[in-house]
Antibody, heavy 120, light 107 residues
Framework: EVQLVESGGGLVQPGGSLRLSCAASGFTFDSYAMSWVRQAPGKGLEWVSAISSGGSSTYYADSVKGRFTISRDNSKRTLHLQMNSLRAEDTAIYYC?????????????WGQGTLVTVSS | DIQMAQSPSSLSASVGDRVTITCQASQSISNYLNWYQQKPGKAPKLLISAASSLQSGVPSTFSGRGSGTDFTLTISSLQPEDFATYYCQQSYSAPWTFGQGTKVEIK
């Protein structure tokens, strides 16, 4: 059974940093691209970042480019999102999601999400 | 960026009703269109990929059609467990964008 479990969310002040993690199980982690998708309270879905299966290629939404860094550790089957210079508008539930590739990305499995709140 | 417009934003329907949700892309995306279902407090779930390919385990009451810029998701007979919010997503080109969602509520 595919499982994705996010962690690392919490309350952080504007300008602060947070590192999210996503632990994967039930599939060959290093064969799949991974993404982060977020959902602000009561709002729709926004893709944030993606990384190729080997980790050599990364992609970012303009809204987070230069502030967020996606990475993965295939030996530990873990995906990360380092979030710096956080803003109030980054407040959201952050989901990690699996896709077959970073091209023509389809999110076929999702974690349960971790809540990030940016507030003073 | 490719913009995705869903309509309606919400609808009320009864169990057994036929429901259709539309999704329009701001440019042609061939059949690179996916549909997700999200229930309150839960993660989205992939229902349909490539415009019309039903995912394993998804009831056959769900169907998708379309190509180019115009797409539809149809639920042929609404069941109690189908009340949720539905999102379309284009997988044609990055950044991967979603429609704003359609909330299906009980009448």
């Amino acid at each position: 059974e595919v499982q994705l479990v996010e962690s690392g969310g919490g309350l952080v002040q504007p300008g602060g940093s947070l590192r999210l993690s996503c632990a994967a199980s039930g599939f060959t982690f290093d064969s799949y691209a991974m993404s982060w998708v977020r959902q602000a309270p009561g709002k729709g879905l926004e893709w944030v970042s993606a990384i190729s299966s080997g980790g050599s290629s990364t992609y970012y939404a303009d809204s987070v480019k230069g502030r967020f860094t996606i990475s993965r550790d295939n030996s530990k089957r873990t995906l990360h999102l380092q979030m710096n210079s956080l803003r109030a508008e980054d407040t959201a539930i952050y989901y990690c999601a699996r896709s077959t590739t970073v091209v023509n990305t389809i999110f076929d499995y999702w974690g349960q999400g971790t809540l990030v709140t940016v507030s003073s | 960026d490719i913009q995705m417009a869903q309509s309606p934003s919400s609808l009320s329907a009864s169990v057994g009703d036929r429901v259709t949700i539309t999704c329009q892309a701001s440019q042609s995306i061939s059949n690179y269109l996916n549909w997700y279902q999200q229930k309150p407090g839960k993660a989205p779930k992939l229902l349909i990929s490539a415009a019309s390919s039903l995912q394993s385990g998804v009831p056959s009451t769900f169907s998708g059609r379309g190509s180019g810029t115009d797409f539809t998701l149809t639920i042929s007979s609404l069941q109690p467990e189908d009340f949720a919010t539905y999102y379309c997503q284009q997988s044609y080109s990055a950044p991967w964008t979603f429609g704003q969602g359609t909330k299906v509520e009980i009448k």
